[in-house]
């Protein structure tokens, strides 16, 4: 086809959220040509709307916190089937690269003593996040972009990547179309690095955006890449569920974190009634703990508001499904409670929270410095993604990279809130500087034709069916109430063989999906594109979590309730089989060193 | 449910019109969710930009009713009741589609700003110390989500096209925000005289009054940027003086 342009790099990063952005960046340091692509505008990533914080050992505010107990803290999150070569790294590195966001420009909120401020956060023994009140992705993804723009990487915004290209095992390039004129476009790159984010729109509730198709975890499974932990979704406990139109919204575990509690409709703080036995020590047992934790107090223990994500999240559940919930089907997160505690409350709440106040006043028609909010679970993060050596962040295919929440390994079954900011920066620079040596060992073999004829045919398919075909959202939202209502976060045997009979039969309408209209900046037509991403990321959720037979982490299932030992040893890994299958295949989980176990001792 | 109406602009560069649809509206529901509806019903190819629905990155930028907003943090609810709701986009900056139009300007502007440029760390750590009460303007500068609604309000580019030569306000906050940076040592005040022309603007305020993040861009900016300006190139001896380190020293500006 005459229109199809042909761009050539060392490097190509697709993706320019925190991960795209810091692995471009390094890349681009190290000498290298460096193309960034896209989907949305530059700046308009997920992580722009993070807004907790970023977790790093910084001690500024407890000095006895270090990369050891942070370490820690994420192994005993991610109930130990994280790498912990990956959590240990994480824990290392993620100071410097805190600190190297100020070198660019970045300014998070301040101790009294001029350094940076850090906040408690759900998981994590000391206050730990760098913030900035609770827009934290903004700074980090602006002084990364602000940055970026002027070490010579070249950009393409809205542009969307659909197929890999491959030269025998390893990778070549990957064809794409841009969205302004529908026009497609080849890209050939000695090392692409996947930076494309998570899976929500898999779900009917959830915090992500249009852009959380899964298409990076797609990407490098049909590339032969190997997924790994797909079953571990993360279920926030706190999105709004009222308006309708917002239902899935995130409300920041900062809220709890500032002193925010969670009441039932009989006003009891109900997480006090179930604290897990391997978080009873670190814990406080009583409301005046909590609320002197949250002030700082170094010998309080944290409130049960601020428990794991995926414990909040069903002790939640809990409460709605016994009758005490709130009268939109949530329950209630209140901070407006504080004002009694400390003096100019209203004024406080604002200055802390400025977005959520935000957020809710505008969206909701409340004042959070007066009333309680309504809060129900949202699908929110995916721990499993693609599977990557710990050190460079390549995949399983060679020159085939991936870094930030499109890759698995660090947070096992369950991410800590500001692990992910940390992730991005840390595995992003990794991968950026590996993917540059591994091009400039290989440079960049031949296209070949043939793919990029296939991917073309493939997504023009639907224009040919034009309006006769399946409506592109009806098929979507077929998905993602199968994905919510049978593999949620409450899951077992039947529902979820039931999902895999739904996602067949959802795959056969998928390629009967048609478009009208032309390819111009065609939304209907985007939607079609993604589907057959969204379907491969839902198989690969389901089947891992039909195999797995207990509950851990993100996953629960009625049928298995509590902690298997054997399956406390494995990962699960999803690779293409040979018949174009999936093949789901038990790995054991790696072995910590003596000196990591050491660690865990001490902390325990 | 009630049914509201809406006129809708469709169409590309070459030319369009306002087209009619009707769609249930919710309690609860802000315009892009209207959007949204009406595309899954009846223009599944209707062209709008959006990511976060909850006004935190400036993608879903449009007029509402001729005025510049987020779509996204429209409530209907605050819209007149059984009146038509028009919905167009930025006129600013030239047209994609339907409701996308092409921004790659700003991009531009801001490439051309000189970077942050730091003064050597204060600790060994590599780390500077500054104070909150030093920080908290730059931070207010900072909460800028790009959604370019200031860009697409200001005459200067949207009735005079000064695009060539005009920064605008969206650019004027970024630059204050680095000069105002307590550690960075750039001098961008000659470039926002002679390259960003901050003298076309004749503080009318009609950007601060549509920014979404409520960044009081006219007064906390734009003016302390037009008096930075002003001393440096007016009062020579004054500039002199400071270059030197005697007398008064910075003032207003920064505090
Ligand atoms: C509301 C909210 C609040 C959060 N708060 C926090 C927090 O406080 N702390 C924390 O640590 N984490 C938080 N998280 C999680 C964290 O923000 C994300 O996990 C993280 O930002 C993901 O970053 P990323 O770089 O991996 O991907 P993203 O920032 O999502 O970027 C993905 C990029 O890939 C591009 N892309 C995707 N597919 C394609 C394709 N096919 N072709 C081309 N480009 C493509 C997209 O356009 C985008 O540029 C929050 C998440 C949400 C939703
Ligand atoms: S105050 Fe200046 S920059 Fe703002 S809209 Fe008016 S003329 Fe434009
Ligand atoms: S200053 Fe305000 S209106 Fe202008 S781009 Fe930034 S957020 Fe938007
Ligand atoms: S969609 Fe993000 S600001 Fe409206």
Same mark, same amino acid.
Request: aromatic share 6%; proline share 4%; net charge negative.
């Given at each position: 086809?005459?229109?199809?342009?042909?761009?050539?790099?060392?490097?190509?990063?697709?993706?320019?959220?925190?991960?795209?952005?810091?692995?471009?960046?390094?890349?681009?340091?190290?000498?290298?040509?460096?193309?960034?692509?896209?989907?949305?505008?530059?700046?308009?990533?997920?992580?722009?709307?993070?807004?907790?914080?970023?977790?790093?050992?910084?001690?500024?505010?407890?000095?006895?916190?270090?990369?050891?107990?942070?370490?820690?803290?994420?192994?005993?999150?991610?109930?130990?089937?994280?790498?912990?070569?990956?959590?240990?790294?994480?824990?290392?590195?993620?100071?410097?690269?805190?600190?190297?966001?100020?070198?660019?420009?970045?300014?998070?909120?301040?101790?009294?003593?001029?350094?940076?401020?850090?906040?408690?956060?759900?998981?994590?023994?000391?206050?730990?996040?760098?913030?900035?009140?609770? $827009?934290?992705?903004?700074?980090?993804?602006?002084?990364?972009?602000?940055?970026?723009?002027?070490?010579?990487?070249?950009?393409?915004?809205?542009?969307?990547?659909?197929?890999?290209?491959?030269?025998?095992?390893?990778?070549?390039?990957?064809?794409?179309?841009? $969205?302004?004129?529908?026009?497609?476009?080849?890209?050939?790159?000695?090392?692409?690095?996947?930076?494309?984010?998570?899976?929500?729109?898999?779900?009917?509730?959830?915090?992500?955006?249009?852009?959380?198709?899964?298409?990076?975890?797609?990407?490098?499974?049909?590339?032969?890449?190997?997924?790994?932990?797909?079953?571990?979704?993360?279920?926030?406990?706190?999105?709004?569920?009222?308006?309708?139109?917002?239902?899935?919204?995130?409300?920041?575990?900062?809220?709890?974190?500032?002193?925010?509690?969670?009441?039932?409709?009989?006003?009891?703080?109900?997480?006090?009634?179930?604290?897990?036995?391997?978080?009873?020590?670190?814990?406080?047992?009583?409301?005046?703990?909590?609320?002197?934790?949250?002030?700082?107090?170094?010998?309080?223990?944290?409130?049960?508001?601020?428990?794991?994500?995926?414990?909040?999240?069903?002790?939640?559940?809990?409460?709605?499904?016994?009758?005490?919930?709130?009268?939109?089907?949530?329950?209630?997160?209140?901070?407006?409670?504080?004002?009694?505690?400390?003096?100019?409350?209203?004024?406080?709440?604002?200055?802390?929270?400025?977005?959520?106040?935000?957020?809710?006043?505008?969206?909701?028609?409340?004042?959070?410095?007066?009333?309680?909010?309504?809060?129900?679970?949202?699908?929110?993060?995916?721990?499993?993604?693609?599977?990557?050596?710990?050190?460079?962040?390549?995949?399983?295919?060679?020159?085939?990279?991936?870094?930030?929440?499109?890759?698995?390994?660090?947070?096992?079954?369950?991410?800590?809130?500001?692990?992910?900011?940390?992730?991005?920066?840390?595995?992003?620079?990794?991968?950026?500087?590996?993917?540059?040596?591994?091009?400039?060992?290989?440079?960049?073999?031949?296209?070949?034709?043939?793919?990029?004829?296939?991917?073309?045919?493939?997504?023009?398919?639907?224009?040919?069916?034009?309006?006769?075909?399946?409506?592109?959202?009806?098929?979507?939202?077929?998905?993602?109430?199968?994905?919510?209502?049978?593999?949620?976060?409450?899951?077992?045997?039947?529902?979820?063989?039931?999902?895999?009979?739904?996602?067949?039969?959802?795959?056969?309408?998928?390629?009967?999906?048609?478009?009208?209209?032309?390819?111009?900046?065609?939304?209907?037509?985007?939607?079609?594109?993604?589907?057959?991403?969204?379907?491969?990321?839902?198989?690969?959720?389901?089947?891992?979590?039909?195999?797995?037979?207990?509950?851990?982490?993100?996953?629960?299932?009625?049928?298995?309730?509590?902690?298997?030992?054997?399956?406390?040893?494995?990962?699960?890994?999803?690779?293409?089989?040979?018949?174009?299958?999936?093949?789901?295949?038990?790995?054991?989980?790696?072995?910590?060193?003596?000196?990591?176990?050491?660690?865990?001792?001490?902390?325990? | 449910?009630?049914?509201?109406?809406?006129?809708?602009?469709?169409?590309?560069?070459?030319?369009?019109?306002?087209?009619?649809?009707?769609?249930?509206?919710?309690?609860?529901?802000?315009?892009?969710?209207?959007?949204?509806?009406?595309?899954?019903?009846?223009?599944?190819?209707?062209?709008?930009?959006?990511?976060?629905?909850?006004?935190?990155?400036?993608?879903?930028?449009?007029?509402?009713?001729?005025?510049?907003?987020?779509?996204?943090?429209?409530?209907?609810?605050?819209?007149?009741?059984?009146?038509?709701?028009?919905?167009?986009?930025?006129?600013?900056?030239?047209?994609?589609?339907?409701?996308?139009?092409?921004?790659?300007?700003?991009?531009?502007? !801001?490439?051309?700003?000189?970077?942050?440029?730091?003064?050597?760390?204060?600790?060994?750590?590599?780390?500077?110390?500054?104070?909150?009460?030093?920080?908290?303007?730059?931070?207010?500068?900072? !909460?800028?989500?790009? #959604?370019?609604?200031?860009?697409?309000?200001?005459?200067?580019?949207?009735?005079?096209?000064?695009?060539?030569?005009?920064? +605008?306000?969206?650019?004027?906050?970024?630059?204050?925000?680095?000069?105002?940076?307590?550690?960075?040592?750039?001098?961008?005040?000659?470039?926002?005289?002679?390259?960003?022309?901050?003298?076309?603007?004749?503080?009318?305020? #009609? #950007?601060?009054?549509?920014?979404?993040? +409520?960044?009081?861009?006219?007064?906390?900016?734009?003016?302390?940027?037009?008096?930075?300006?002003?001393?440096?190139?007016?009062?020579?001896?004054?500039?002199?003086?400071?270059?030197?380190?005697?007398?008064? +020293?910075?003032? +207003?500006?920064?505090?």
């Amino acid at each position: 086809m005459t229109e199809t342009q042909s761009l050539d790099y060392d490097v190509l990063v697709v993706g320019a959220g925190g991960a795209g952005l810091r692995a471009a960046i390094e890349a681009a340091a190290a000498g290298v040509r460096v193309g960034l692509v896209c989907k949305s505008l530059l700046g308009k990533a997920h992580t722009v709307m993070a807004e907790g914080g970023v977790a790093a050992a910084l001690a500024h505010v407890d000095d006895r916190d270090s990369w050891r107990v942070h370490f820690a803290d994420t192994m005993r999150g991610g109930q130990y089937v994280n790498h912990p070569r990956m959590a240990e790294l994480h824990a290392q590195e993620a100071p410097e690269r805190v600190r190297e966001l100020e070198t660019w420009g970045a300014l998070f909120d301040r101790t009294k003593d001029g350094r940076i401020l850090q906040r408690n956060f759900g998981g994590h023994r000391y206050p730990r996040l760098a913030h900035v009140g609770d $827009r934290t992705g903004l700074e980090m993804i602006r002084t990364l972009q602000d940055h970026g723009i002027h070490q010579g990487i070249e950009v393409h915004m809205e542009v969307t990547v659909v197929d890999l290209l491959k030269d025998g095992d390893r990778i070549a390039g990957c064809v794409a179309y841009d $969205r302004d004129r529908g026009r497609l476009r080849v890209f050939r790159a000695g090392a692409v690095v996947l930076a494309t984010g998570g899976i929500g729109r898999a779900f009917r509730i959830t915090s992500n955006s249009w852009e959380y198709t899964g298409d990076g975890q797609s990407l490098a499974y049909h590339a032969g890449a190997d997924l790994l932990d797909m079953e571990f979704v993360q279920f926030h406990p706190t999105g709004m569920v009222w308006p309708p139109s917002v239902r899935g919204i995130l409300v920041t575990e900062g809220v709890r974190g500032e002193g925010g509690v969670l009441r039932n409709s009989d006003g009891k703080r109900f997480m006090f009634a179930d604290i897990p036995d391997n978080y009873r020590g670190q814990t406080a047992d009583n409301e005046e703990e909590g609320w002197r934790y949250c002030q700082g107090d170094k010998d309080a223990r944290r409130p049960p508001e601020l428990l794991t994500r995926d414990h909040v999240a069903r002790c939640i559940m809990r409460e709605v499904k016994a009758g005490r919930g709130s009268p939109h089907g949530g329950v209630f997160l209140d901070i407006a409670w504080i004002k009694a505690r400390v003096p100019n409350g209203a004024d406080h709440i604002r200055r802390k929270l400025p977005s959520m106040y935000h957020q809710f006043k505008e969206l909701a028609g409340i004042d959070i410095t007066a009333v309680p909010m309504e809060v129900g679970p949202t699908t929110h993060y995916v721990m499993g993604g693609i599977r990557v050596d710990p050190d460079t962040q390549m995949s399983t295919v060679a020159g085939l990279f991936a870094a930030g929440e499109c890759a698995a390994g660090l947070h096992g079954a369950n991410r800590l809130g500001g692990n992910s900011l940390s992730d991005l920066i840390v595995f992003g620079k990794r991968a950026g500087e590996h993917a540059a040596r591994f091009a400039r060992e290989n440079p960049a073999p031949p296209v070949d034709g043939a793919q990029v004829a296939a991917a073309q045919q493939r997504v023009l398919a639907p224009f040919e069916r034009s309006v006769q075909g399946e409506n592109a959202y009806a098929v979507q939202h077929a998905l993602q109430d199968t994905m919510q209502d049978l593999v949620g976060i409450v899951r077992n045997e039947d529902e979820m063989a039931e999902a895999l009979r739904q996602i067949d039969a959802l795959k056969v309408r998928a390629d009967n999906v048609g478009v009208g209209g032309h390819r111009e900046y065609n939304p209907g037509w985007h939607t079609a594109i993604d589907l057959r991403n969204l379907l491969t990321v839902s198989e690969a959720v389901t089947r891992a979590a039909l195999l797995r037979r207990e509950s851990r982490g993100g996953h629960f299932r009625d049928d298995f309730p509590d902690k298997d030992k054997h399956w406390g040893g494995v990962n699960l890994a999803i690779r293409k089989g040979e018949d174009g299958g999936m093949v789901v295949e038990e790995r054991p989980v790696v072995a910590m060193t003596e000196a990591q176990q050491a660690i865990i001792a001490e902390m325990a | 449910m009630a049914q509201a109406t809406f006129q809708i602009f469709r169409g590309d560069s070459k030319g369009g019109a306002l087209q009619t649809y009707t769609t249930d509206v919710g309690e609860g529901m802000v315009a892009l969710d209207c959007v949204h509806q009406i595309q899954a019903e009846s223009a599944p190819d209707l062209a709008v930009r959006w990511n976060c629905k909850a006004g935190k990155c400036g993608s879903c930028s449009a007029e509402v009713n001729g005025r510049p907003r987020l779509l996204c943090m429209t409530r209907m609810a605050d819209l007149p009741e059984g009146e038509p709701v028009r919905i167009e986009p930025m006129h600013t900056f030239p047209l994609l589609r339907d409701l996308v139009t092409d921004v790659s300007w700003n991009y531009g502007v !801001k490439k051309k700003i000189a970077k942050f440029a730091p003064r050597k760390p204060d600790a060994a750590d590599g780390s500077w110390r500054m104070q909150q009460e030093d920080i908290d303007r730059v931070q207010e500068f900072r !909460k800028c989500i790009e #959604c370019y609604l200031c860009q697409d309000v200001c005459h200067v580019l949207r009735d005079h096209a000064k695009h060539d030569e005009f920064a +605008g306000p969206r650019f004027f906050v970024y630059t204050a925000a680095l000069e105002m940076h307590p550690i960075d040592t750039g001098d961008r005040i000659d470039a926002v005289k002679d390259e960003q022309n901050i003298g076309y603007c004749n503080i009318t305020k #009609c #950007c601060t009054t549509v920014c979404p993040e +409520g960044i009081t861009i006219t007064d906390n900016a734009i003016i302390p940027l037009k008096e930075r300006v002003a001393d440096k190139h007016y009062d020579p001896l004054l500039w002199l003086a400071r270059k030197l380190g005697i007398g008064d +020293g910075e003032t +207003g500006a920064g505090a």
